[in-house]
């Protein structure tokens, strides 16, 4: 009896394991396919040819402020100066104790206009002031004002205030590429059978980069690992992950840090809850039931160009809050819309796409403690063959060696961004050590996370200290 | 073996980073030297030295790859060039074979190339090809059909409304916002009898683009035709009527009708979309007599 569960467990580990792989390497070869469709497709779809028409959609940018005093200035004038011919701002401080606020008073030459009701459909801490500019430059900036609640709650106020078909959710201290929204709208304008229901861009690490006015002048490599080791780890998922998943129509995840949407469907889901930490998976896993359930046809479409940058975090104590937050997120979200779990309702969103999520994306870090545990127990035990132990552990840290680098080749030989051979190199280099520096890090972040969730310690959004770009 | 793989791997980085660095070089080599080439076109040469000259550009375009960068150079340097001298690069693209070699890929197999053809010829003002493309408006490829009702409309103009009535596709909004920016570049005055022809189709795929051009060209007298939009059973279509009126002026004649057939919607949303449109219109209607 004993030998079998002994054997279970172990072929249990492998099995998974392989899978695992099995699912990276698909994801190479979807992305492979889905960008180069992509790329013959974008050379049809030159945003220059829709410049200046005025039968765009028009967007209303949504971006939650809370003590960002030291960046809020450089943010918003870089917010202002994006290239869209039609598009609003909505800055929401949210209950910031600093000085956002009078500074952003003071320069935009904002004036207190009357109070009055946004739309009602969406739940938020009500505006106590909103504020307009004075000065024609700044005419689509619009201020709102109101206590602290969170960053859901503060983009569900923007969305509530937003008077657009499209609403594009960021944060404050991102720094957006000027042509973003021209290249957001791109699904939009150009799906005629299926409507989209939120789209996304990849998200590019700005650490150390030459930035002036708030604009990116030169893209450099961070200086800290863990930073640089995120790089990667970024390419690594949103050009393998989310560019697979978007080929087969499986996006399940637009990031919060850059996310469009049509209003009207923010509206009828009731935006973002503000009950979890994970509001953008969570959005993205609602708006999706939803369409399900209404069965209308829909995608989630996601843009593999890096259209905002931000910045990451670049030391031990940071990264493991950030993804002890995300790990959080995951459960809550998880756990909410459980019902989804293997439910033929939801059609390829419940037998398939949820299903992933906890099988490899929630489980894997468990699964990885508990090998951990397994393989100290062995130790102690003395019952460890390390002839062999060693043999795998050298092919499972090659294996995530050439997902690693196939992920920079192709990023490479797509985008310009880093383009340099010593920065490449330092990227490669970089995700070589990711399983001894930036892993075990992570994968402590997610089990005090996911503790922290079982245990029901109380918790918040987690402060995530900015050393400025 | 997986060492090997890597290695490999390193391999094909470095090759793509050399690649790369050649292809950006290359591209503005050719980029300078086709300006040269221009330049060449305008000065008192013969035509064997000038052909001469432009043989490395012969040569060049004879790859498929080679072919689409030369195109995308000499169309970028065209849009730039075109308002002096048009002439001179249809005659160059004569020269040096480019005419010749995208009429035999207008009828290729390959959708890409199909598309990229067609995109190319309404670039370069090719208008001799038009016949060629009109099978292709409604191809079952999205972008190469949609580039082909671009260049109908980049040759044909107003007279191509005609063709539009038998689309057998949904037309997206991108393709409205290319066939809009196209009428109105080249044919700015409209030409009414056109119009009121493709008006007068009940295929639901062009009402948009026909509500579009009306207010692109702002014809206040075609307001009637967007205002019978406003109860489609299509709700989007309802939207980008009410969007449409809003640029133009609306008196309570024209509100009336609306207003009387408003209780006899069973659609909520259209409801309340026209009544938020009426009351609207209402109070501006108020405001002016104030």
């Known amino acids: 009896m004993q030998y079998i569960i002994k054997e279970s467990i172990e072929y249990f580990f492998l099995i998974y394991g392989i899978i695992l792989f099995l699912i990276y390497f698909g994801f190479i070869l979807l992305a492979s396919k889905a960008i180069s469709k992509n790329k013959k497709t974008a050379t049809f779809l030159n945003i220059n040819d829709i410049k200046g028409a005025e039968d765009l959609p028009s967007v209303t940018l949504v971006a939650p402020a809370y003590n960002e005093g030291k960046t809020i200035l450089v943010n918003v004038n870089s917010l202002l100066s994006i290239e869209y011919p039609y598009y609003s701002l909505i800055v929401v401080n949210d209950g910031s104790t600093d000085d956002s606020l009078t500074k952003l008073i003071q320069t935009f030459d904002l004036e207190e206009i009357t109070l009055y009701q946004g739309a009602t459909e969406i739940k938020?801490?009500?505006?106590?002031?909103?504020?307009?500019?004075?000065?024609?430059?700044?005419?689509?900036?619009?201020?709102?004002?109101?206590?602290?609640?969170?960053?859901?709650?503060?983009?569900?106020?923007?969305?509530?205030?937003?008077?657009?078909?499209?609403?594009?959710?960021?944060?404050?201290?991102?720094?957006?590429?000027?042509?973003?929204?021209?290249?957001?709208?791109?699904?939009y304008l150009e799906e005629t059978d299926r409507e989209v229901i939120a789209s996304g861009g990849a998200i590019g690490i700005a650490n150390n980069s030459i930035i002036k006015n708030g604009i990116i002048k030169e893209v450099?490599?961070?200086?800290?690992?863990?930073?640089?080791?995120?790089?990667?780890?970024?390419?690594?998922?949103?050009?393998?992950?989310?560019?697979?998943w978007g080929h087969v129509d499986g996006l399940m995840l637009v990031s919060g840090a850059f996310g469009m949407y049509p209003r009207r469907r923010l509206l009828e889901v009731g935006g973002f809850d503000p009950d979890t930490v994970g509001e953008?998976?969570?959005?993205?896993?609602?708006?999706?039931?939803?369409?399900?359930?209404?069965?209308?046809?829909?995608?989630?479409?996601?843009?593999?160009?890096?259209?905002?940058?931000?910045?990451?975090?670049?030391?031990?104590?940071?990264?493991?809050?950030?993804?002890?937050?995300?790990?959080?997120?995951?459960?809550?979200?998880?756990?909410?819309?459980?019902?989804?779990?293997?439910?033929?309702?939801?059609?390829?969103?419940g037998t398939v796409f949820f299903p992933y999520w906890v099988f490899f994306e929630f489980a894997a870090p468990l699964v990885e403690f508990l090998g951990l545990i397994y393989i100290l127990l062995y130790l102690f035990f003395g019952a460890i063959n390390f002839p062999i132990a060693i043999a795998l552990a050298i092919c499972v840290y090659l294996l995530g060696c050439i997902f690693s680098t196939i992920a920079i080749l192709m990023f490479t030989k797509n985008f310009k961004?880093?383009?340099?051979?010593?920065?490449?190199?330092?990227?490669?280099?970089a995700?070589?050590?990711?399983?001894?520096?930036?892993?075990?890090?992570?994968?402590?972040?997610?089990?005090?996370?996911?503790?922290?969730?079982?245990?029901?310690?109380k918790t918040t959004w987690g402060t995530m200290t900015r050393k400025g770009f | 073996m997986l060492l090997l793989g890597i290695v490999t791997l390193w391999l094909m980085l470095s090759f793509t980073i050399f690649k790369n660095n050649y292809n950006r070089k290359k591209s503005k080599e050719i980029e300078h030297k086709l300006i040269d080439s221009i330049v060449l076109n305008y000065k008192n040469l013969g035509v064997e030295t000038k052909n001469n000259k432009l043989n490395w550009v012969k040569d060049y375009i004879n790859t498929e790859n080679g072919f689409w960068n030369?195109?995308?150079?000499?169309?970028?340097?065209?849009?730039?060039?075109?308002?002096?001298?048009?002439?001179?690069?249809?005659?160059?693209?004569n020269n040096i074979g480019l005419i010749m070699s995208l009429t035999n890929k207008l009828k290729s197999n390959n959708w890409y190339t199909r598309g990229k053809s067609i995109w190319l010829t309404y670039e370069l003002e090719l208008s001799d090809n038009w016949k060629t493309?009109?099978?292709?408006?409604?191809?079952?490829?999205?972008?190469?059909?949609?580039?082909?009702?671009?260049?109908?409309?980049?040759?044909?103009?107003?007279?191509?409304?005609?063709?539009?009535?038998?689309?057998?596709?949904?037309?997206?909004?991108?393709?409205?916002?290319?066939?809009?920016?196209?009428?109105?570049?080249?044919?700015?005055?409209?030409?009414?009898?056109?119009?009121?022809?493709?008006?007068?189709?009940?295929?639901?795929?062009?009402?948009?683009?026909?509500?579009?051009?009306?207010?692109?060209?702002?014809?206040?007298?075609?307001?009637?035709?967007?205002?019978?939009?406003?109860?489609?059973?299509?709700?989007?279509?309802?939207?980008?009527?009410?969007?449409?009126?809003?640029?133009?002026?609306?008196?309570?004649?024209?509100?009336?009708?609306?207003?009387?057939?408003?209780?006899?919607?069973?659609?909520?949303?259209?409801?309340?979309?026209?009544?938020?449109f009426v009351s609207h219109q209402k109070h501006q209607e108020l405001l002016k007599t104030t």
């Not at chain 1, 790089?231 to 989310?242: C, K, N, Q, S, T």
């Not at chain 1, 953008?280 to 940058?309: F, N, Q, T």
């Not at chain 2, 065209?78 to 002439?87: D, F, L, M, Q, S």
Request: proline share 5%.
């Open chain 2, 133 to 276: 493309i009109i099978p292709y408006r409604n191809d079952k490829n999205k972008l190469v059909r949609r580039e082909a009702q671009i260049a109908l409309v980049t040759f044909l103009g107003w007279k191509s409304l005609v063709f539009f009535p038998y689309a057998e596709f949904p037309i997206s909004l991108w393709q409205q916002i290319r066939i809009i920016d196209k009428l109105k570049s080249y044919y700015p005055t409209p030409d009414l009898a056109y119009l009121d022809k493709a008006l007068k189709s009940k295929n639901p795929f062009i009402k948009e683009l026909l509500i579009r051009i009306i207010r692109s060209y702002k014809l206040n007298d075609y307001k009637w035709y967007i205002i019978e939009q406003l109860y489609s059973n299509r709700i989007d279509l309802t939207e980008c009527a009410i969007e449409t009126l809003n640029s133009f002026e609306i008196s309570s004649e024209d509100i009336l009708p609306v207003y009387n057939k408003l209780e006899y919607t069973t659609n909520i949303v259209q409801h309340e979309m026209i009544s938020d």
């Open chain 1, 220 to 244: 450099k490599v961070p200086k800290s690992i863990i930073a640089r080791i995120q790089v990667v780890e970024y390419i690594r998922a949103f050009l393998l992950g989310r560019m697979a």
């Open chain 2, 70 to 93: 030369f195109s995308f150079i000499f169309v970028k340097v065209h849009n730039v060039a075109k308002a002096t001298k048009g002439t001179t690069f249809r005659a160059m693209a």
């Open chain 1, 280 to 349: 953008d998976l969570e959005l993205c896993i609602r708006l999706r039931s939803h369409m399900e359930i209404l069965k209308e046809p829909y995608e989630v479409i996601y843009i593999p160009e890096v259209l905002c940058w931000t910045e990451a975090p670049s030391t031990p104590k940071v990264f493991i809050t950030q993804r002890d937050r995300w790990a959080r997120g995951l459960f809550e979200v998880i756990k909410k819309h459980r019902k989804l779990f293997l439910n033929k309702k939801y059609n390829k969103v």
């Open chain 1, 124 to 187: 938020h801490i009500p505006a106590k002031r909103i504020f307009k500019s004075t000065n024609i430059k700044y005419k689509n900036l619009t201020i709102i004002d109101k206590d602290n609640g969170g960053r859901a709650d503060a983009l569900n106020c923007g969305i509530a205030y937003a008077q657009t078909n499209l609403v594009l959710c960021t944060d404050a201290d991102c720094i957006i590429e000027q042509d973003a929204l021209l290249k957001m709208v791109r699904p």
């Open chain 1, 417 to 429: 961004h880093y383009s340099r051979p010593g920065v490449i190199f330092k990227l490669v280099i």
């Open chain 1, 431 to 457: 995700s070589y050590l990711e399983p001894f520096i930036n892993h075990p890090l992570l994968l402590y972040g997610q089990i005090k996370g996911y503790l922290k969730k079982i245990f029901r310690v």
